[in-house]
């Protein structure tokens, strides 16, 4: 896609009704936030004052990346392939980050052996490691089917959330 | 006295926070969303912990992330700021139940002065002057119509787990009475989770003077003054300045004797505010915040005394580094609230700043966490700034702070600047002549 291309997409979709656009194709992935739609329901919601309600914790789940941040507006992000794997195709390198702020564990208590190793198959749904929070263990799981490629942090390390744990290369 | 202390919020707050703590000798943790990870309480706090994204309540609002953040960094404090968890009994709870010191007073008398209604009851059994009204929720339709004729129209509905004019309604008679009740309910249901209402006598034109309050965990108590709030659009408040124009010496002695027997009666700790609304010479207590104020500068810059650092001292277990005599008020301060928003329509306006200059010059601060090229973020408050000013006496300190508005440049947003300039240059608001409808002349 060109520039004119992209000049000519935003237009369109600045006209439409669509709150936002999602176009994928050959290594491009495009997503179009129309600004209106963006701070619809949450402004306010951060306002202050406000009332406090206690909040569940967060599920297992993988924080996905390429997560659209409030970026530019209109946003017209390109989540290009090499700045953010989507974790789509076989062999590419998934980054698995941390859904939590917590302390990262790496087996289930001091005396088991790891969930994972550098170079384990894991399989889509796999426990991988624990991230504690106020003395929960809460479990990760992996989304994706691959080969742990990488684990940047250590057992016992505290991690934000965002914080990339794993680097798995994905299998078909 | 602390170590380390967690700094439970963002922007302004969180970076006055930092300075206390510079002050005092204490290392900071700063917690941050995603998109706030480039702000400046991150910046210069010691440590800093990404907590979450950017939707507050799975980030400053969520509060096993929050307390996880502090045990990773061997935090012996957490500062809650204003807003977000401040005044969250339950938050207040984990932290001493993890043997973190919350800087605030006690989760009990965070929840009952939390509460309207009960707050309203707290006072009124201290003796102190409530506006006509229910005793504690009312549920049934029937039973406000009977309270409302009791107490004369018009009045005004309230969410007892209210704040920022939601759940608030106005009834000049019966027939509006019937409708506003259930909207009222509705939408304190939808904000708070809780329907529970009450009902007051409403005045039409009061004037909002609160009092600040601090106590040490030893019973001394003090205050430090009154702050004039009444220029504000839909509780909102706009601007606010200490001392009050309406208050003469007896007044002034009474209200604040009201304000600490409120106080005492709660067995109230670390800093706090009682608000009241006066008219014709008469004043009612309203309600109680139990935390640090917005507003605290202005009382900062009359009185001397670091509101923020006492606020440590005591969840230190220090005792009150004055008594009341100490405590003079010299000169005369307002603080204006510069938001990211339209100044005609109050919409919020977030967007990139592109350009940005404080003012500065004699009596002037500038408490604020923007920058050239940052960006305010539409998930949070649109508070850009707040200016405040400082002179021998009412007139100079409007006088510098016409100034200020005049050189003070934020490009890139709109802002609630041109507002300002037009308040400040009213004569009637240079009179001390204000209400809490003053606004209504500029704003609908």
């Known amino acids: 896609m060109d520039s004119k291309e992209l000049k000519d997409l935003m237009e369109y979709v600045s006209r439409s009704n669509f709150a936002e656009f999602e176009l994928e194709s050959e290594g491009l992935k495009l997503k179009l936030v129309k600004e209106s739609a963006k701070t619809a329901g949450s402004v306010g919601a951060g306002m202050m004052p406000q009332t406090i309600y206690a ?54 208590n001091p005396t088991a052996p790891a969930y994972v190793e550098v170079g384990t198959m894991v399989k889509k749904g796999q426990a991988i490691c624990i991230v504690e929070a106020m003395k929960l263990m809460n479990e990760i799981e992996s989304e994706v089917a691959g080969e742990i490629l990488e684990i940047p942090v250590a057992n016992g390390q505290p991690v934000e959330y965002g914080e990339v744990l794993f680097r798995v290369r994905l299998t078909a | 006295m602390f170590k380390k202390i967690l700094i439970a919020n963002r922007g302004e707050i969180a970076l006055r926070i930092v300075y206390a703590c510079r002050e005092l000798g204490i290392k900071t943790v700063a917690v941050h969303s995603e998109p706030d990870k480039d702000s400046l309480h991150v910046r210069f706090a010691d440590e800093d912990v990404c907590i979450g994204p950017a939707r507050s309540s799975e980030s400053y609002l969520n509060i096993s992330s929050v307390i996880a953040a502090a045990e990773i960094t061997d935090t012996d404090a957490i500062h809650p700021g204003y807003g977000f968890l401040a005044e969250s009994a339950a938050f207040a709870e984990v932290c001493k139940a993890c043997k973190i010191k919350f800087i605030g007073p006690k989760p009990n008398v965070i929840a009952t002065m939390g509460e309207k209604s009960k707050a309203r009851e707290v006072a009124r059994k201290a003796g102190v002057p409530v506006l006509p009204g229910s005793d504690g929720v009312v549920e049934e339709l029937d039973a406000a119509l009977v309270i409302a004729h009791e107490i004369g129209f018009p009045v005004i509905v309230k969410a007892s787990a209210g704040g920022g004019g939601r759940g608030m309604r106005i009834a000049q ?14 939408e304190s249901r939808a904000a708070f989770s809780i329907p529970d209402v009450y009902i007051e006598k409403y005045l039409p034109n009061p004037r909002h003077i609160e009092f600040q309050i601090l106590a040490d965990e030893k019973g001394n108590m003090i205050h430090l003054g009154e702050r004039e709030c009444s220029i504000q659009r839909r509780h909102q408040k706009v601007i606010e300045e200490a001392p009050s124009t309406a208050l003469s010496a007896d007044l002034r002695r009474r209200m604040a004797e009201a304000a600490i027997k409120t106080a005492r009666a709660v067995k109230y700790e670390n800093a706090g505010t009682i608000e009241f609304l006066l008219q014709d010479g008469k004043f009612y207590f309203i309600e109680m915040n139990t935390r640090v104020q917005v507003e605290h500068p202005v009382t900062e810059m009359v009185t001397g005394v670091d509101i923020v650092k006492e606020q440590i001292r005591i969840a230190a277990g220090e005792k009150l580094s004055r008594k009341q005599e100490d405590i003079v008020i010299r000169g005369h301060s307002i603080e204006c609230r510069i938001n990211a928003e339209d100044p005609e329509t109050f919409m ?16 002037v601060r500038v408490d604020s966490a923007v920058h050239s090229d940052c960006r305010i ?44 300039k037009k308040i400040l240059s009213d004569p009637d608001f240079q009179k001390g002549n204000i209400s809490t409808r003053f606004l209504e002349r500029y704003v609908r």
């Open chain 1, 55 to 108: 909040m569940p914790f967060p599920q297992s789940q993988m924080a996905p990346m390429a997560n659209p941040g409030p970026g530019p507006a209109p946003a017209a992000q390109k989540a290009g392939a090499a700045a953010h794997p989507q974790g789509t195709a076989s062999g590419e390198i998934y980054q698995v980050t941390s859904p939590m702020v917590g302390t990262f564990y790496r087996s289930s």
């Open chain 2, 173 to 186: 008679d019966a027939k509006e009475l019937a409708r506003v009740f259930p909207v009222a309910r509705e």
């Open chain 2, 348 to 363: 919020p306006a977030p967007g990139l700043i592109t350009t940005y200059h404080p003012p500065g010059g004699p009596g």
């Open chain 2, 377 to 420: 973020s539409p998930y949070y408050d649109s508070m850009v700034a707040k200016l405040i000013t400082h002179g021998g006496n009412r007139d100079e300190a409007i006088s510098r702070m016409r100034r200020s508005l005049d050189v003070m440049v934020v490009e890139g947003i709109k802002t609630s600047i041109p507002l300002q």
